[in-house]
Structure formats: structure tokens, C-alpha cells
């Protein structure tokens, strides 16, 4: 399968909801179009017209993966551990996370997974990025290898305020 990473657009939004749905149907998490999912539906609203960004990986005329990658503020504390900011377990020492990386079961094995990540690994570094967080469910323990092959360190887990309120591990990623 040939593979072409590009900047997602707005009218990418429906691929990628329907990507990412595909993933959570394979592992029996909940839907939630309303609210966990909404990004997914407005990828302009919610990532691009804030100054973040979003990729799509697409493969045979569909899109098969996607990641997006969100700045803000360096979050206080020491780097390679978790604090509590606004209610909510993160990253210390980050200023920028990984967001929505999902590969399709038809197109893993391939390297997309790291092709993603280091699409990611070089915005964050472009953008003059230090530390990056990376939270990420219990269950999907083959993106934590990839992580962890690119040298993110586990720090922690916390509960996820999706519908099923699952449990994820979370890294820190040192960019510099």
C-alpha cells in the first residue's frame, strides 16, 4: 500500500470521524458523538483555526491514519512527572501533546505508525517545542511501543473523561 501523510483540511473531518470509529468499534469503546468524538467531526474548529495542527495518512484513495499535535502554555513541574493542572492528571514539563493517532488495522505493520509520530516529533521541534504529553489508553499497548521507541518515558496513568472512563497511560516526551 502506497502512503501519503498530509495537513488534514476541514473536509477531512468526516474521514477521520469515520477512522477513528472503525478503531474504537474494533476495541469496544464507546461513541461519543456529542462530546469525547466532537473534535473529530470539526477538525478546523477545533485543531487548525486554534493554530494546532492535524495530519491525515491516506492509502488506496481513503484515509488510514491520522494524528494531530496541540501547543499551549509549558505546564508547570519537573520533567517526567504528572501534576494535577485544572482538575486534571498531566504532563509536567510539557508545552504541546499528541492528539488522535489512530492507524486503521488495514494499514498497520506498515510503518505508519512511525511515520505519524515522527510527522509529529519534527512540527513540535519546528515550532521550537520542549516536551510533549502523551496519554494514551491501557489497551492499546502497541502505540506504547511505538512511543516508548521514540523515546517517551511512562510517567503515570490517570482516568479519561471519555464515556467509558478508561484508564491511560501517559508519557512525556523530551523534543529537545
Not at 94 to 103: G, K
Not at 115 to 125: F, G, P, S
Not at 171 to 176: G, K, P, S, V
Request: charged share 25%; hydrophobic share 35%.
Amino acid at each position: 500500500m502506497v502512503l501519503t501523510i498530509r495537513p488534514a483540511n476541514g473536509a477531512d473531518s468526516p474521514a477521520v470521524a469515520n477512522l477513528v470509529r472503525e478503531v474504537f468499534d474494533e476495541y469496544g469503546f464507546a461513541w461519543d458523538e456529542e462530546n469525547y468524538c466532537a473534535d473529530l467531526y470539526d477538525l478546523k474548529g477545533h485543531y487548525l483555526d486554534h493554530g494546532h495542527q492535524f495530519w491525515v495518512a491516506e492509502g488506496q484513495g481513503r484515509v488510514v491514519g491520522s494524528v494531530g499535535l496541540e501547543y499551549y502554555y509549558k505546564i508547570p513541574g519537573e520533567p517526567g512527572a504528572s501534576t494535577v493542572l485544572a482538575g486534571k492528571v498531566r504532563a509536567a514539563d510539557t508545552d504541546c501533546s499528541l492528539e488522535r493517532m489512530y492507524v486503521h488495522p488495514d494499514a498497520r505493520r506498515l510503518g505508519l505508525g512511525s511515520l505519524l509520530m515522527q510527522t509529529v516529533l519534527d512540527a513540535a521541534k519546528e515550532a521550537r517545542r520542549t516536551g510533549m504529553e502523551i496519554w494514551s489508553d491501557k489497551k492499546l499497548q502497541n502505540a506504547h511501543r511505538l512511543y516508548e521507541r521514540f523515546g517517551a518515558l511512562k510517567i503515570g496513568d490517570r482516568i479519561c473523561d471519555d464515556p467509558d472512563e478508561s484508564p491511560e497511560w501517559g508519557f512525556y516526551l523530551d523534543l529537545t
